[in-house]
């Protein structure tokens, strides 16, 4: 009888290790880590905001750096953007960064589109081709004797034609492509669609996730971008990245900051903080609203490539 009821029993579900709640030692030590992770990134950033709004005296007084400003001033911001080359510097990252960000979309989704469908003659030597450049890009030289062959130097064009389309980013795409349902597109054929209308009414609505993490990514590549400027720009048509570096990690002074307030000029530590904080703050800003998408449009472009 124990043992027909030992065998009526039913078996008890064994969950595994990884599947296990977390012991709380365990949740205290990751609470611990986090904690400590936050602190050394917050800390930085907090001297760095702090400095810029701090007082000449209070710079001097610290040492140069502030953690917290008992009399904030925004003193530095307005010296920085009222003309002077940081302002300019401003407007054109602004603008190599929205236009860049748009063509290199746009030029990124048409290809990853055509090398996404079957059947599309030279697909797979021109998805070779766009590989090889990935695994063997071209040197500094070469590229500064094509951009200069082409008429580019000292041209906001050589910012953007040298890096218009990622290939990462153009093998996200294709294989985000590549995952929606063919009988989509076979519906949309059977319909009368042509390519781009089952692009533009299909594909595109389905790809918003994908876009967007794409699009984000090559803003912060448009945005953070000094080294082509440093290359083929001269200095009065530099982006703002390269003014920070000259200016700011290089240690150089900045020599037109615009006008000064009375007469009074920023210590040259808060001035720095100040274009530090204005190059760092719109990436801040944009990817909150994007990151609902990051991780869905890079994991499903990547897993289905």
């Known amino acids: 009888m124990t043992t027909a009821a030992h065998r009526a029993r039913p078996a008890r579900h064994i969950r595994p290790a990884w599947a296990e709640k977390p012991r709380p030692v365990t949740q205290a030590g990751k609470a611990v880590a986090v904690a400590v992770l936050l602190v050394l990134v917050l800390i930085p950033f907090l001297v760095i905001v702090s400095t810029s709004l701090a007082s000449n005296q209070e710079v001097v007084d610290n040492g140069g750096w502030v953690l917290w400003p008992s009399h904030p001033t925004t003193r530095a911001y307005r010296q920085i953007l009222d003309g002077g080359i940081v302002t300019e510097a401003l407007g054109v990252s602004v603008g190599v960064t929205l236009f860049g ?8 989704t048409f290809l990853a589109y055509a090398l996404s ?5 030279g697909a797979k030597p ?3 081709l766009i590989l090889f450049t990935f695994l063997f890009p071209p040197g500094m030289i070469p590229a500064f004797l094509l951009v200069k062959g082409m008429g580019l130097l000292d041209n906001y064009a050589a910012l953007i034609a040298p890096v218009l389309i990622n290939v990462f980013n153009l093998v996200v795409l294709r294989g985000f492509f590549q995952g929606i349902p063919e009988e989509l597109y076979e519906a949309a054929r059977l319909d009368g669609a042509g390519d781009w209308q089952t692009l533009w009414r299909i594909v595109l609505p389905l790809s918003k996730a994908a876009l967007s993490v794409v699009g984000l990514f090559y803003a912060v590549s448009y945005w953070n971008a000094w ?6 720009m001269n200095s009065d048509h530099w982006p703002l990245q390269q ?10 002074q900045i020599a037109d900051t615009g006008a000064s307030e009375a007469g009074m000029i920023s210590a040259p530590q808060t001035t720095q903080m100040a274009v530090l904080v204005i ?5 801040l800003i944009v990817y909150p609203f994007l990151q609902k998408y990051f991780t869905k449009g890079v994991l499903t472009g990547a897993i289905k490539s």
């Open 101 to 108: 960000t748009l063509l290199s979309l746009a030029c990124t």
């Open 117 to 121: 469908r079957p059947k599309v003659f």
């Open 227 to 232: 080294f082509h400027a440093s290359i083929y």
């Open 243 to 252: 003014v920070l570096r000259t200016y700011v990690i290089g240690g150089a």
């Open 126 to 128: 021109a998805l070779m």
């Open 279 to 283: 190059a760092t703050v719109p990436i």
